[in-house]
Each structure stands twice: as C-alpha cells, then as structure tokens.
C-alpha cells in the first residue's frame, strides 16, 4: 500500500505513544552517531541472513510469496478490515506480551516503571556537527528536487521487550539491560565502574605476567640446564627428597657443547652431582669418559693403624693378608640384596634379573629406577662406616653396560661408570685400597642373575660364545688404559678379569686361553697390580701347573658350605670345624705351587650357614634347607628338607634364620660370631678374604653392616675373638633345625 495512505492513520495515534517513539528514534540516532558503521553492518548481515534463508527453503519463501499477494487482494476487495488490523497491530506491546492476565504485584511493577520512564527528563541532543549538517541538508535537497522519497534503511529486528512476562517470573531487572528499554542513569555508571575495575585487573595481570616469565625462564636454565634432572636421593637431599646438586648453581649450562647435552657427560642430566666435579669435560681415556673427577687426588689416608697409607708400600698379600668387604648388588643387583626391586611385580612376568628388570621398565624408567638406587644404596658414609669397621680393602663388582651396551639389549647403559669412580673416590678418602671387579660379561659368564642375565651362557659358548668373548676382551682393552693412570696406581690393588665363570659348563682349554690373553691386554696397557681370575668352581687341586708364567696372577676362590646338599647338613660345630681343618687347608693346599696354583684370595663368604634368604637361589627357586628348591631340573633340584635333622627330627625351617636378629637366641649369636672368625682366620692363610657382601635390605647374615650392628661379627676386623686355635663348642644348646 502507498505509504501516503498510511499518514493519516500514524496522525491519531496517542500522543503519549509518540513521545515514546521520538524518545527511541533519538536514542537510534546517538547510537548511529556513536557507530556511524553500524546500520550498514545491520544491512549487511540481514542481507546475508536473507539469501542464506532464500538459498536453504526456497519452497518455503515461494509459498510464503503466494499468501502475500492472497493477503493484499483480500485487502483490496475489504478496505476497513485492514484498518482493523492496523489499529490492532497498534496496541501497547504488553497486551500482547502474554495471554495471561497479569498480578497484582506485576502490574505495580510495570505502572511504576512507565512512570519512571515518563517523568525522565529528556537528554540534550548533541548539536549536529557542521560538517554533517550541510552533507545532510544536500542530501534532503536532491532528493526533494526530483520528488522521491528518502530510501529507507533495513533495521534489524530488535527484541520484542515482552515486560509483563518478565514482571510475572520476577525478573524485572533484566529491563534494564535488553536494548534500553528501562534505562536507569545508575545502571549505566555502575556498568561503566565495572569496566575500569576490569581493566584495572587486566593490567595488573600483564604486568605480574611481564616480571614472573622472564625471572622464571633464568631459574629454569640456571637450575635445570640443558636436561631435566630425574628424581633422586643423596647425602644432600633436599625438603622433597631429592639430591641438592647445589654445585651446578654456578654452572653455565651453555658451557656443555650441543651435541653432549643430555649424554652421560652432561652434568646437567646426572641424577646426582654429590662430590663430582660438574665442569663439562669430554677428556676420554682409553675410550671411556673422564667424568665427575677433580684433577688432584690425596693418597695419605689409611683406614687404620694396622696397615699402611695408600700411597706407603703395603707389602706381600702372603704376609699381609687383605681383610675387605664386597659392595655387592650396588653396581650389579642382586634380587636377593634389594628383594625390594623384584618383589612387587607378579612371578608370572618373569622379572627375575637385572635384564628383564629393565627390559619390563623400558630405557627411561629403568634408568630413573637404576640411578636413584646407584645414588642411595652406596654413599661416602658406606665407606666410611668399612674403614671404622677396622677393614681395609673393598670389592666393587660391577659389569659391562656400565661401558657400553650392543645392539637391543636393555640394560641401563653407562651410567654406573661414573658412580664407579666416585665410589674409587671416596674409597681413597678412607684410605681403602680397591679390588675391581668385573662381575658381568657379555654374553653372561655363568647364567645366573648376578651376571645380569639368568639363563644360558653365552660367553665362549654358543651360537655369539666367540663373539662375546671378543666383545669381553676390547672391554679390558678400554678398562686397563683407563686405570693404568697415575691416580689409580696406589689404590687398585687387585684387577679382576672375570666373576666366576662358569667352568664345569665351558670348554675348560677355552676359558684359559681367554684368561691369558685378558691377562696379556692388561699388562701390554700397564696395569701393574696382581690380576685377578676366577676358580670357576673345578676344585682347587685341577688348578696345580695351569696358566703359570703370568707373573702376579691370583686366583679367586669363593667358598660357601650352602650351595651344596653335602656341607648344608653339617651341625652347626661341624661348619665351624670345617672353616677351620677343611678350608685352612684348602687355602695352604693352593698357595703352594707344588699342589696348587699359587697366590689365591677368598673374595666372597658369608657367615650364613643356611640358603634361606629371599631370592638367594634365584626368584622363585625356593632353598634346599626347607626343600623347596625347584629349579625345573630334575638334576639339580632339591625337594626334600636337608637341615641336620631332616631324618625324622624337628622339621626344618627358615623362620629362625631370616628372623630379626633381635630374635636370635645367644648361643645362636654366639654360633654366627664364630663361624665367621674361624673362615676369616682360614682365608688369611692365603692373600686375605672379602665378605659377601657389606649391605643387604633384609638378609642379616649376608650384610657385614647389619651383622656390626646385631653383635655377629667382630667390631674391629683385625681383632676378632675367635681362632681356629681355640676350642670349638658343640653348640648343643641351639636348634639344629634352623
């Protein structure tokens, strides 16, 4: 319909309507002086929305089309009924806001919001700026002078501000927020405060932000460098638990070259830096790092009065027999030294020695696992607690990986290296003379656990034996370079070429002519301290006239009366007795040439006279004390108790021997003191003894440390109250059944 038609109806309209539709066209009009762009958004988006909607329902618009122009003929023939329902669609919006009926209490509310609204004085225009007056005033002109209307601009279709149904839910307030309708000047400042407060708050926040990053990332390059530090525990710990690493605080971590970072020569990845010297170096010797060491080393110290100085001559071994300790399942774990690393996961994955104990972890946590135990199972006060405990050499075992490893085997590698010559270190502050041991080769040596892998041998046997044996040859290549230095000279005493080969399971024409040639790598690179083999468990009289001509050659005997089913069954006098006749004379029967080799050591013993402690004979095998030693063989395994009084005396068990020590009876004390003094006198008939081993977790009569400590062993080991001079009891009044 022309729009003149429309003017005469929009002229009776209610006054008081008016005022309020001027009062909205003013409040459009600040906004669009306000935001000159924003009609045309609107513009912009209704058109988008327009096509958007044509393009997904086209059938609906055409339907759409038809009722309109079905409306606008129903018009043309009716007039009056279009004035009708123009002056309907006029009504106040709240008549039609709701068909129900308003409240009481609701239509106070909306009368008292009208007549706040009427009696608001009405806001100063902005007077119109020049510039846009005249562009105005030209614009009505040409308009006018060709007799057009004005085009009308498409607005968006505000929100109907439905007032009586907010008033009815109790939700009046929100009139003051939805396209001004309800405008209160209190809103609108308490609005604006909220504002500043936000962008107060903001700024504050950039400008915390802009002080903690950067004094964050200089902490976390000063204390952390070029690699995260693992978790660990040392003699320094922190409040967390963790090693202190103080020492690296003054440490750039830029000084580690690119290609080192995070290697095992990168101070900064070391899970403990107690008493290393962290200046990055890539110094080798021998092919292996010099890492961790300071450049000057003191060899005055001596442990006590008894022996020389480190750098004093100590002597002949013959006449000055060395009384030392293994720091075993350190370096190379032992399930039954730390139980604690395989009893928590089920027997049935298999996780029986240090191989599949990594191979289940996998490299990054066995490393974590592996290290923090490096770190904590031996410290300085390991030492110093040996050389208060009046002994005077100490064994450290350790194997290969802690040089290298090959191809997919899972061992943790490298990593031991340099708590080994922390530990030499340390070693030398106490005045110890060491005894190096290489207890695991490639390939392993024996096939039990402590050689890394349980299972087959497959050093000098088997499908990679020739290999392997190579392989365990460059390893002493690399090894008595680097510990022929100067620094090492006074405080290796003995070089140890192999831990117990397993002899009665090898070529024995093999492991000799293996052992020459080990010997001849190690002399040729100057290592010049006697050098150690092993017996390989033939029995000491095979060894008379072999592998003679090698000057300073000692061979290694480790002697138990436990892991044989003839000796497990002596009484408790007869094991003593044994120490006494039967290993003396062993020991002189080798040390002559005559009728034995020569120059032999007892480098692993116990005072245990029972193989009950927990995983002694591998996880899960059971003990032959108790008869529950299952080996899966029929050979070897035991399934019947041998204790002395397994034929129809009191039942054999373990309880007695793995119990608290605080548990033991006195004359079991008793039995335990002597029977250690009395092999500690027969193996000073050769070069000396080192007891097996110095800590255990639970196991009290493998542990030096714990037997100090219960009263089973001498205070002082050079003052032993035992002999084999004296008289030996008969012990009758301790149960033989443990």
Not at 158 to 167: E, F, P
Not at 170 to 180: A, E, V
Not at 631 to 643: D, E, Y
Request: glycine share 8%.
């Amino acid at each position: 319909m022309p729009r003149e038609a429309e003017r005469p109806r929009n002229r009776e309209r209610d006054p008081e309507r008016e005022r309020e539709r001027e009062h909205r066209r003013r409040e459009r009009e600040r906004e669009r002086e306000r935001d000159p762009d924003r009609e045309r958004r609107h513009r912009e988006r209704d058109a988008d929305r327009e096509r958007r909607r044509r393009e997904r329902d086209p059938e609906r618009d055409q339907e759409r089309e038809e009722r309109r122009r079905e409306r606008a003929r129903r018009k043309s023939r009716n007039p009056d009924r279009d004035s009708r329902e123009s002056r309907s669609r006029e009504e106040p919006p709240s008549s039609q806001s709701s068909s129900q009926p308003l409240s009481a209490d609701s239509l106070a509310k909306l009368n008292q919001l009208n007549k706040k609204e009427k009696t608001r004085k009405p806001e100063k225009k902005r007077p119109e700026r020049p510039r846009k007056k005249r562009q105005r005033e030209a614009f009505n002109e040409k308009y006018e002078a060709i007799g057009v209307d004005k085009p009308r601009r498409d607005k968006k279709k505000k929100r109907r501000v439905v007032s009586g149904a907010l008033l009815e839910e109790g939700d009046g307030n929100r009139l003051s927020y939805i396209r001004g309708g309800g405008y209160d000047p209190q809103v609108q400042a308490d609005a604006k405060k909220r504002k500043k407060r936000i962008f107060i708050i903001v700024g504050v926040v950039i400008l915390l932000l802009a002080i903690i990053i950067p004094v964050a990332v200089v902490l976390s390059n000063k204390n952390k460098g070029s690699t995260a530090k693992a978790d660990t525990a040392a003699d320094e710990p922190t409040d967390s638990g963790n090693p202190s690493n103080s020492n690296l605080d003054d440490v750039d971590p830029d000084s580690v070259p690119t290609a080192a970072k995070g290697t095992r020569t990168d101070p900064f990845s070391w899970y403990d830096t107690t008493d290393f010297n962290v200046t990055y170096t890539g110094e080798k010797v021998g092919g292996l790092p010099v890492i961790g060491l300071f450049s000057e080393w003191d060899d005055s110290a001596k442990p006590n009065d008894k022996v020389p100085a480190l750098d004093e001559p100590w002597g002949t071994y013959d006449k000055r027999p060395a009384r030392g300790v293994n720091v075993g399942g350190w370096l190379s774990i032992e399930p039954f030294i730390t139980p604690s690393l395989f009893s928590s996961y089920d027997p049935r994955l298999g996780i029986i020695d240090e191989w599949t104990l990594c191979a289940h972890l996998g490299p990054t946590p066995a490393k974590s696992t592996l290290e923090k135990h490096y770190a904590e199972f031996v410290t300085e006060q390991t030492f110093a607690d040996i050389a208060d405990a009046g002994l005077d050499h100490v064994r450290i075992p350790f194997s290969y990986w802690a040089l290298q490893t090959y191809s997919d085997e899972p061992y943790v590698n490298g990593v031991a290296w340099r708590y080994l010559l922390r530990g030499i270190e340390w070693a030398r502050k106490y005045g110890l003379r060491v005894n190096l041991d290489l207890h695991g080769l490639p390939g392993s040596q024996n096939g039990w656990n402590h050689s890394g892998r349980q299972g087959d041998i497959g050093w000098l046997n088997g499908t990679d034996g020739d290999v392997n044996a190579e392989r365990s040859l460059d390893i002493h290549r690399s090894l008595s370079q680097f510990f022929s230095q100067p620094r090492y000279k006074n405080i290796i005493a003995f070089y140890g070429l192999v831990n117990e080969p397993k002899m009665t399971a090898l070529v024995v024409t093999d492991v000799y002519a293996w052992t020459a040639k080990a010997y001849a790598i190690a002399r040729e690179n100057g290592i010049t301290c006697p050098i150690v083999f092993g017996d390989g468990f033939q029995g000491l009289e095979k060894w008379k006239g072999q592998l003679q001509g090698h000057e300073g050659l000692v061979l290694d005997v480790h002697q138990y009366v436990i892991f044989n089913t003839g000796q497990i069954v002596y009484t408790k006098e007869e094991k003593v007795k044994y120490a006494c006749s039967g290993w003396t004379g062993q020991a002189e029967q080798s040390m002559d040439v005559s009728t034995g080799f020569g120059p032999t050591i007892f480098a692993e013993w116990s005072q245990a006279d029972t193989d009950c402690a927990t995983y002694l004979n591998n996880v899960g095998w059971g003990n032959r004390w108790e008869g529950t030693y299952d080996t899966g063989n029929p050979l070897t395994r035991v399934l019947s108790a041998t204790c002395p009084t397994n034929n129809g005396g009191p039942t054999c068990s373990c309880a007695s021997a793995n119990a608290d020590p605080s548990q033991y009876s006195d004359g079991y004390k008793q039995f335990l003191q002597m029977f250690a003094e009395a092999q500690m006198d027969s193996f000073e008939h050769g070069w000396g003894w080192f007891y097996w081993t110095w800590q255990t977790e639970t196991a009290t009569q493998w542990s030096y440390k714990r037997g100090l400590a219960a009263g089973i062993l001498p205070a002082k080991a050079y003052a032993p109250d035992f002999n084999c001079q004296k008289t030996i009891p008969s012990f009758s009044d301790v149960p033989e059944n443990y």
